[in-house]
């Protein structure tokens, strides 16, 4: 056995009514003018979570993709207000910007994850400038401290959880594949699946039950640290890829993630097992999709805008600079993948 293992010093407070510490959380970091993330939705919610804060500001206007001109009116505003700390509270475009904005500043952000995108677990920033996305690895975007209150996900629209949930799936799929991957990633990843699957299929039922919440915002967080310190392969660059022809994140994911296992089958039999395994299912690509069908959401690319006309160029981007992959990543197979994909087949 051989590898190498990073921890990443983040303090994760985790609980229903733990966000009653928020304040406690900032005080910690020794923090005295808060600037206050979320998205133009989540604006009230936010401002009442921030009773007893240290306010110096609120900046509410985070969208999708941190695009360059938002994320500098981010910037202004935590320069203008002197802020000395982010609080960000919402998913990952919310995430996003207290990352971008501790990029440029080194400012701590404390994030409050309100899907299960993970972003916060992670020293990855992204932003996007005319129609490209940079990302970049960087100590000083990682959360200092994380509260999970799966009280804050109640409201989730029950397919924004589903889409979220397998995308959280993915990250630790392909960490359980990771050609840096070690073995105490592959017991979170493992865990994780196990978590989500299990929960995800009663909390579409039951979306305001907090033990079905709960076990999918554990399952967030263990996809979270998966994805923090091992390449992604395949299946993330596919959804890079589609992500530049505009398709929403989280459904791209659930919707990739199965044909992207298939396509992975014969050269990750370890990973496919402890797949299966954490879904209780003969075969890891057949029972995520499986399990993607039960929670009601999009089985298609052709259903969330992807052009068929597109898939030979997605086909051909993504085999040009492709990610480390346990099988060699080729044109014919890669565009039948995305065929099977944008049609909605059940893996083979
Ligand atoms: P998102 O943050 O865009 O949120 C999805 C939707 O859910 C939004 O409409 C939002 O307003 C709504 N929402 C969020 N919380 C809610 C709540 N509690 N109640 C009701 N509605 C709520 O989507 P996402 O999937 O969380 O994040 C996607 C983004 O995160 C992408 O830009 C992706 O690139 C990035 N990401 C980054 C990393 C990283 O490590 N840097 C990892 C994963 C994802």
């Not at 404390?110 to 992204?126: D, F, K, L, N, R």
């Not at 395949?234 to 505009?246: A, N, P, R, S, Y």
């Not at 398709?247 to 199965?258: G, K, N």
């Not at 990750?268 to 890891?284: F, G, V």
Request: aromatic share 6%; charged share 20%; hydrophobic share 45%.
């Amino acid at each position: 056995m051989n590898f190498t293992y990073l921890s990443l010093p983040i303090r994760v407070v985790f609980g229903a009514g733990s966000i009653r510490g928020l304040a406690a959380e900032v005080e910690r970091l020794g923090a005295r003018r808060v600037l206050l993330i979320s998205t133009p939705g989540r604006a009230q919610m936010v401002r009442d979570l921030a009773q007893g804060l240290a306010l110096a500001g609120v900046f509410d206007r985070a969208v999708m993709h941190t695009p360059l001109a938002m994320v500098e009116a981010a910037r202004e505003e935590a320069r203008k207000v002197n802020a000395d700390c982010c609080v960000t509270v919402g998913g990952g475009s919310t995430i996003g910007f207290g990352k971008a904005i501790a990029l440029s500043s080194s400012l701590p952000v404390v994030a409050v994850p309100t899907t299960y995108s993970g972003s916060e677990m992670t020293t990855i920033w992204g932003v996007s400038e005319g129609g490209a996305k940079k990302t970049g690895r960087d100590p000083k975007v990682l959360p200092r401290a994380v509260i999970y209150d799966p009280e804050l996900t109640l409201g989730l629209p029950v397919a924004v959880s589903a889409a979220s949930g397998m995308n959280a799936i993915a990250h630790c799929a392909e960490a359980l594949y990771a050609h840096d991957g070690n073995p105490i990633i592959s017991l979170m990843a493992e865990e994780g699946i196990r978590a989500l699957a299990s929960s995800l299929p009663s909390l579409v039922a039951q979306p305001r039950e907090l033990r079905f919440r709960s076990k999918a915002l554990y399952g967030s967080w263990l996809a979270g640290m998966t994805i923090a310190t091992t390449s992604v392969a395949l299946h993330h660059k596919l959804c890079h890829v589609l992500g530049g022809f505009g398709l929403p994140h989280a459904e791209t994911h659930s919707i990739v993630l199965p044909h992207a296992l298939r396509y992975n089958r014969d050269a990750a039999p370890e990973a496919m097992a402890r797949i299966e395994k954490a879904l209780n299912a003969p075969d890891a690509a057949k029972g995520l999709y499986d399990l993607e069908a039960r929670l009601g959401i999009p089985m298609r690319l052709a259903d969330i805008g992807m052009k068929e006309a597109d898939l030979e160029r997605a086909a051909r981007i993504a085999v040009e600079a492709p990610y480390p992959n346990p099988r060699k990543v080729e044109y014919a197979p890669v565009l039948g993948l995305l065929r099977d994909a944008y049609e909605g087949r059940r893996p083979s």
